[in-house]
């Protein structure tokens, strides 16, 4: 069976702002040396699924050049991830909503001739092998098998949910956000909260998307529209993430996923990776996570007198770091980060090329790429005050975007 995949880049994430100001959702950093979107084209080169297209739409610079150098396949074998922007093709406007971007680009499908379409989005971080989902859409003769994961049942209202018959396979409803979820009927204190990820057969999505184009009522959405028209057809079955079995994982990360649509979450997801057993392992060599680096040397940690101590604990240190001095705890340092004497970074994710000058501290922050945090400055103290000059989230995070100058 032939197999093309199509990623969804076009978000334009305004609950990740300041961090999404001029780039992509998907090319938002994670991490220290990832992009969003390297995990689900991780997660399909792993499973060899290598004809990849990546629907890109609002500021898509940064992520078409970081696909562009870093996600080069073999195209004497046929294999390529290509980044398509919105090319208005069919009349002068852009993408109206998800199924509406497929539609616009139903020439890629056509050029491919596929037995089957893979739709994944492109701004959750998890790992996930495709082959054991499309395996059970193609033994199923299912039209459409959406990804779900279980959910405990009080958060229903903060998903889209899948209700299904009592086989547990074959979709009966798909509801977004509702106030009166029903539990599952081998767990009725969860659900199944869709994962943002489809396989079609090719014709049955062809088919729908004609139809939904043609509709002036439609939102244009692959969960609010087409998935429902699927499911009235008796064509739509889920698959239980909880199935899933990824080489090299383990009991404490396996079944991981994320939704980072907010800074909030944003935040959480990166503070699983630091523990000593992380919740999300980046180690799993047996189905790596892919990304390109620029030539950095190592990182280094320097000075060792009296409290002129440079040294990180429970943290990440990225390439081209270097800590001088200073004092990492609990953090994520990017490429190009350096901590000057006596500073101080806790419970933080700094992004590529921060400076942290001499006796600054930097509390449950996230700071964006080529800020420099003056000498003696406190973040993360004063949230009143960090109010004044800054985003702060629900939780307390201060967020600090790109390039932006700080007084002390």
């Given at each position: 069976m032939?197999?093309?995949?199509?990623v969804l880049a076009?978000?334009?994430?305004?609950?990740?702002?300041p961090?999404?100001?001029?780039?992509?959702?998907?090319?938002?950093?994670?991490?220290?040396?990832?992009?969003?979107?390297?995990?689900v084209l991780s997660?399909?080169?792993n499973?060899?699924y290598?004809q990849?297209v990546?629907?890109?739409?609002y500021k898509n610079?940064?992520?078409?050049r970081?696909?562009s150098?870093t996600?080069?396949?073999?195209?004497?074998?046929?294999?390529?991830?290509?980044p398509?922007?919105a090319q208005q093709?069919?009349g002068p406007?852009?993408?109206s909503g998800?199924?509406?971007?497929l539609f616009?680009n139903l020439n890629?499908?056509?050029?491919?001739?596929?037995d089957h379409v893979?739709v994944?989005?492109?701004?959750?971080?998890y790992r996930?092998?495709?082959r054991?989902m499309?395996?059970?859409h193609?033994d199923?003769?299912?039209d459409?098998?959406?990804a779900?994961?279980r959910q405990p049942?009080?958060l229903?209202?903060q998903f889209?949910v899948i209700?299904?018959d009592?086989?547990?396979?074959r979709i009966?409803?798909?509801?977004e956000?509702?106030?009166?979820?029903?539990?599952?009927?081998?767990?009725?204190?969860?659900i199944?909260a869709?994962?943002?990820n489809y396989?079609?057969k090719?014709q049955a999505l062809i088919?729908?998307?004609?139809?939904?184009?043609?509709?002036?009522s439609s939102?244009?959405?692959?969960?609010g529209?087409i998935?429902?028209?699927?499911v009235?057809g008796g064509?739509?079955?889920?698959?239980?993430?909880?199935?899933?079995v990824?080489?090299g994982?383990t009991?404490?990360?396996?079944g991981?996923?994320?939704?980072?649509g907010?800074l909030?979450a944003?935040?959480?997801?990166?503070?699983d990776?630091?523990?000593?057993?992380?919740?999300?392992?980046l180690y799993?060599?047996?189905w790596?996570?892919y990304?390109?680096?620029d030539?950095?040397p190592?990182?280094k940690?320097?000075h060792?007198e009296?409290?002129?101590i440079?040294?990180a604990?429970?943290s990440i240190v990225s390439?081209g770091?270097?800590?001088s001095g200073?004092?990492?705890?609990?953090?994520?340092?990017?490429?190009?980060v350096?901590?000057h004497?006596?500073s101080q970074v806790?419970d933080s994710v700094l992004?590529g090329?921060?400076?942290v000058g001499?006796?600054?501290v930097?509390r449950?922050?996230i700071i964006?790429?080529n800020?420099?945090?003056?000498?003696?400055?406190?973040?993360g103290?004063?949230l009143d005050y960090?109010?004044?000059?800054?985003?702060v989230?629900?939780?307390?995070?201060?967020?600090?975007?790109?390039?932006?100058?700080?007084?002390?």
């Open positions: 032939k197999v093309l995949a199509i076009g978000g334009e994430g305004k609950r990740l702002m961090l999404t100001a001029d780039r992509a959702k998907p090319a938002v950093p994670f991490g220290g040396i990832y992009r969003l979107i390297d995990f997660n399909l080169a499973a060899h290598l990849i990546v629907l890109t739409q610079h940064s992520l078409d970081h696909i150098r996600w080069r396949l073999s195209s004497m074998l046929g294999n390529y991830v290509t398509v922007p093709r069919l406007h852009w993408f998800s199924a509406d971007a616009q890629l499908i056509y050029d491919e001739l596929p893979i994944f989005g492109a701004d959750h971080i996930m092998d495709p054991q499309v395996d059970q193609i199923s003769g299912a459409v098998t959406v779900a994961i049942l009080d229903a209202d889209g209700e299904t009592p086989s547990g396979r009966v409803a798909f509801r956000k509702p106030k009166d979820a029903v539990g599952l009927a081998d767990a009725p204190d969860q199944f869709s994962m943002g396989v079609f090719t088919e729908a998307l004609r139809e939904d184009a043609l509709d002036p939102r244009h959405d692959l969960g529209n998935i429902p028209m699927f009235k064509g739509a079955e889920v698959y239980d993430f909880a199935h899933n990824v080489p994982s009991e404490r990360d396996r991981y996923w994320r939704d980072v907010t909030d944003y935040y959480e997801a990166n503070m990776l630091i523990s000593v057993h992380p919740v999300f392992n799993n060599d047996r790596p996570i990304t390109g680096n030539p950095l190592p990182a940690f320097v060792n009296g409290d002129r440079g040294h604990l429970e390439p770091v270097i800590v200073g004092t990492a705890l609990r953090s994520i340092l990017s490429p190009g350096v901590l004497s006596h806790e992004m090329c921060v400076k001499r006796g600054a930097v449950r922050a964006d790429k800020v420099v945090i003056p000498d003696g400055a406190r973040i103290f004063d960090d109010r004044k000059r800054f985003a989230t629900r939780s307390g995070v201060v967020v600090i975007g790109k390039n932006e100058i700080i007084e002390r």
